[in-house]
């Protein structure tokens, strides 16, 4: 599928919680002393802008999202800013105090990674600032890692945490052979298809900006980071930070070659039609289903990764167009399925399962009829076991 295609496919992530909600959680896990968005800018703006006349340029914030000195609360306000500079664009290459200040209108319920027709600064100042400080600074606090806590954060990289999971319910020892701790406490990430990078110490912005493991360390983060890098270098994106390149949006096939090393098969259930991806024909639909069940439950019995994905088009309530997710299973006509928001997606469909009013979703996992699936994902892309070299 082509990048231009999938650049605005991952664009989708749902903040499940109000901010009031989240204030109220913040408080009780950290006390009295959570700062406010308003407060840090204030204290913080002078510093930010030196030399920038007043200002603050998109550049300028990339340069403080980097900056290892920068921590806490003013990391998560820079987290932030970024945040919304990245996804509003030219519109917001320069900001000043004043609009910083402003009480925007924040709505919380977008998805977390789309472009917001509200700033929602405020609201994911508090989020990152949680993450900031709840995370464990080593990349695996936990004997192995699990699917129990992974959540995309705000990046568009679904296709990418979409793969992760596959390979965490496969089996995530191999996360535990590819990072490798350095004395000067970077990392080396050793991926599978021959790319090794080396991420510099983690700032608490980058820690902020991208997924979260929960209690489980900053592995994912870390990875989060070497994809980045790795996509930079293939597509040259020089002046980007490497989690904008990976939270521009891209393709499974690319995640599931870089985590296995072996070449990834795309196996495209809604063609291109006119620039369209029409349904297809109810009479298309058992022969789809059939041949999809074969490929899925030959990748299982050959432990290959699976992958899919819904492009721009009219899906069941509780799953997300533009949106990749993970197949974990195939089991008498039903397709278990994984959504990359993890442990914070939940749905209760409002009627019976189906088409009409969605599927039961519980830490981001929810089964699928084949025949539904089939009208509804417009790929499924497996990890082949042919090697990549």
Partial sequence: MKREATRRRCLWM??????????????QARGDDVPQFHEVVNRHFDRWTHGEQGVLTERRVKELVLHPEIKGAEAAAIASIHSYQHKVGREAHVLTR?????????????????AASGANLSHNFAEFFKHIKTAPRKAFAVDRPSLDSISQGHLGDCYFIAAVGAQTHRSPDPFLRLIQPNDDRSYEIRFPNGKQVIVPIMTDAQLALGSNAGNQGIWLNLLEIAA???????????????LDT???????????QLLTGHKALKHVIRPAVNGQHPPPAEQEVPVLATQISQVIDDGFKHRRLVCCGIGDWTVPPGLIKKHQYAIFGLNQGHIEIWNPWGHNYNFKPKGPPGMQHGYPTAAGRFFMPVHDFVRVFGAVNIESGQPLK
Wanted: hydrophobic share 40%; charged share 20%.
């Fill in 14 to 27: 749902p903040v499940t919680l109000a901010f009031g909600l989240w204030t109220v959680v913040f408080s």
């Fill in 98 to 114: 004043n609009f910083l200040l402003t009480n925007h209108t924040e709505n919380t319920n977008l998805r977390r990674d789309q």
């Fill in 228 to 242: 980045g890098i790795v996509e930079e270098r293939e597509r040259k994106a020089a002046g980007e930070l490497p």
């Fill in 246 to 256: 990976l939270g521009g949006g891209g393709d499974s096939v690319f995640s599931i």
